[in-house]
């Protein structure tokens, strides 16, 4: 390959279409769309039925009439979006991009129009047609651009964003699949491809004008004393836009998402033409492998490269972007700082460090010293775990291989570091035993590192960086997880949502602190008897649902008890299982003990190479198809596992609960934001004192929250007992009773030993103390019976977890980073 700089100056990616042209005499306020009205609407989605879809009203399908209802909803979108753009630009504000693997956005067109406050225009538009317009929204698919939490909480701060005109990009991956849609085949976990992209998104918006050329492999040569990159590959990033819309629709944001490209002299027609068709589009193949899927499975070499190129192209793509921005209304980009903010979702785009140094020095000039110190000014690092699993580390070999540049520069990094702070302890550096830590990489070129809890960041202070704590003492600090009422209570629960406007009229969706004044009524019965038929009416939406989609039928009567979220063993659905087990073998001895009904719901997915959670997904349905067959028990105790959680299902789920499962192990859960959505509802919680759990116990109080288990000193002091696991379980009786019924195969009796190696864990090493927990997490569900009998009591206790949640609003995490780490004001 012939020798070049591996710049990026000059590769912008600009196909002869997609040359701006010049153009004169356009007055874009003519162009502004009069105030809406029913019919206005009415108008607007005929003529896209027509115009846009290419159907009519009598021939229209629900997909006509989701594309031509999700056109003319956003195309009152379109001018806050405008609007937002040039007031950016014209008073030169400063902007926030904020970097991140996954962005759950969910459905977009009940939230958009819910945020333009179009709502019930639309609806009352809908309804003289004969439509219902939550039916038509449930055709839209919902992006699988996400695993969990992470992903959610970075759409909600991006629309709080967007609610408070903080200027700000959202920058990610347009994945065609993203991850896996989750099946069960006799209760085991199978995975397909998610197929969201199957048809066009009225939503996106795809820019040719912003593409970048993404480098990889090859060597480094010296010239002249410089270091020149001599690059192997190269895939180009396609921008594709989305229009984030602020809540009142005064100001929008966007979410740029890129797909991976091959440039196109990367096809061979010649090997094409001679019938060798896969050989010609190898290369094609090779670059949409980067945008295909979320989290490659990385157990193999193959995916841990991938996974490696995922993040860079993600990372190279968003930065070259950022600076091209820049540069078109400045010159000196030493004045970066003043009007950029980077915020890295996490250790995935911390290779954001090297490449911004990198574009500093090779495309602009500046030498290393300078160009680290404008890096670690703009960059901002939000942790989210203390697995080590989660921080990861990439052998030195596969980052020299794949990005010989970055690694060159991370080693001078470290150097930096040590020469102005002294040698780094192993456990904190960031090149260790032949890898790269990439939590440390990030700590280091970032000017805050922020955990997501108050626990966890003191655990980020004592356990996790404690020497990075003492050489950067003001550098972490904490800014707790927070969600966007909008999505979570005005459109998952509009009942809810209505009562509380009703009790304490409008406004509280962008001042969550407002529903304090909703404890004034938790001791009125008129009150309480509504908002129990609020709860109820969720419940059917839940029931109706399941039997619809799933063919599942549950009782709406009983007590609904969640549990959703990832299926990790720290996150304890095992715990979960097991107290379900042992409470099918106490109704199984005594069915008329005067029983709770419950029923038992769990969601979420298995990481495809985790055994273990795939194990505990089967056990979970393995348990099902016996407890709600058993003719004892299935008016007393049903468990329900719907397959391939999402956004959409949690909009569902949430709402309906009363009961909100919050087991962590303590000491190991970041925050959580399902624990948040959860409360907000009114559901009450069961939890240990982990992550975010801490601060909802401070502020709904003691009395209405279900505290069990050990404490996170509790936890480290009985890892280091011998034979804690052992010991746990022969002292409780109902461990070793579930314990028995599970080796024995009553719940795989086609497969008895089925969960040998789970039950040998269990009493053999029991890492995450579900043994030691147990007895504790089953007296406080005891305490949830008896608390659940008395209804108005309960009730009131849901009211009053409502009252208290403003804290947990991510309109206030953004004005928080908005203040400590991005140094940002509104642009309203």
Known sequence: MRKTRANNRGFTVRGPMSERLQVHNVDTDALELPEITAEGFRTSLLHHLQYSVGSDPEHASKFDWRIALSYAVRDRAISPWFRATRTTWDTDHKRVYYLSMEFLTGRLLEDTAINLGIFTIVNEALTSLGLDFHDIAEDEPDPALGNGGLGRLAACYLESTATLACPAYGYGIRYEHGLFKQGFDHGVQ?????????????????????????????????????????????????????????????????????????????????????????????????????????????????????????????????????????????????????????????????????????????????????????????????????????????????????????????????????????????????????????????????????????????????????????????????????????????????????????????????????????????????????????????????????????????????????????????????????????????????????????????????????????????????????????????????????????????????????????????????????????????ALTIGTLDGANVEIREKVGAENFFLFGLTTEEVAQRREEPGHSRAAIEASQPMRDILQAVAEGTFSPDEPHRYGNLVDSMWNSDWFLVASDFDSYDEAQTRVDEAYQDTRAWQKASVLNIANMGYFSSDRSVREYMAKIWNIDSAL
């Open 190 to 682: 199978i995975e397909t491809p998610e197929d969201w992209q199957a048809n066009d998104s009225p939503w996106n918006f795809t820019r040719p004008e912003a593409a970048y050329r993404v480098l990889f492999g090859g060597h480094l040569e010296e010239e002249n004393g410089a270091t020149i990159w001599v690059p192997e590959q190269h895939v180009v990033a396609e921008s594709h836009d989305t229009p984030i819309v602020g809540y009142g629709g005064n100001w929008a944001n966007t979410l740029r998402l890129w797909a991976a490209k091959p440039s196109a002299k990367y096809f061979d027609l010649n090997q094409f033409n001679a019938g060798h068709l896969a050989r010609a589009s190898f290369a094609e193949a090779l670059a949409r492998s980067l945008s295909r899927v979320l989290y490659p499975n990385d157990t193999t070499d193959t995916g841990k490269e991938l996974r490696l190129r995922q993040e860079y192209f993600l990372t190279s793509a968003s930065v070259q972007d950022i600076l091209r921005r820049f540069l078109a209304t400045h010159d000196d980009l030493r004045k970066l700082p003043d009007f950029a903010a980077i915020q890295m979702n996490d250790t995935h785009p911390a290779i954001a460090g090297p490449e911004l140094i990198r574009l500093l020095i090779d495309d602009h000039g500046f030498e290393f010293e300078t160009a680290a110190d404008i890096a670690t000014q703009v960059l901002g690092y939000t942790n989210h775990t203390l697995l080590p699993e989660a921080l990861e580390r990439w052998s030195v070999d596969l980052m020299r291989h794949v990005l010989p540049r970055h690694m060159d520069l991370i080693e001078k990094i470290q150097h930096r570091e040590i020469e102005l702070h002294g040698p780094l302890e192993p456990a904190t550096a960031i090149l260790d035993n032949g890898h790269v830590n990439m939590g440390s990489l990030a700590f280091l070129t970032s000017h805050r590192v922020n955990g997501v809890s108050a626990l966890h960041t003191d655990l980020i202070r004592s356990d996790l960086f404690p020497d990075f704590n003492e050489r950067h003492p003001e550098r972490i600090l904490n800014v707790t997880n927070g969600v966007t009422p909008r999505r979570w209570l005005k459109l998952a629960n509009p009942d809810l949502a209505a009562l509380i406007t009703e009790a304490i009229g409008e406004e509280w969706e962008t001042d969550l602190d407002r529903l304090t004044q909703l404890a004034e009524y938790a001791d009125n019965d008129d009150f309480l008897t509504v908002f129990g038929e609020t709860k109820h009416a969720a419940k059917n939406r839940l029931a109706d649902w399941l039997n619809h989609h799933h063919d599942i039928d549950i009782p709406v009567t009983g007590l609904f008890d969640v549990q959703v979220k990832r299926i990790h063993e720290y996150k304890r659905q095992l715990l979960n299982i097991f107290w379900t087990i042992a409470r099918w073998q106490r109704i199984k001895r005594d069915p008329s003990a005067g029983w709770v009904p419950r029923v038992k719901l769990f969601g979420g997915k298995a990481a495809q190479s985790y055994v273990m959670a795939k194990d505990i997904i089967r056990l979970i349905n393995d348990v099902a198809a016996v407890v709600n067959n058993d003719p004892d028990t299935k008016d007393l105790l049903q468990v329900v596992f719907p397959p391939n959680y999402n956004v959409s299902m949690a909009e569902k789920l949430i709402p309906a609960a009363d009961l909100s499962e919050q087991i962590s192990t303590a000491g190991m859960e970041a925050s959580g934001t399902g624990n948040m959505k959860f409360a907000l509802n009114g």
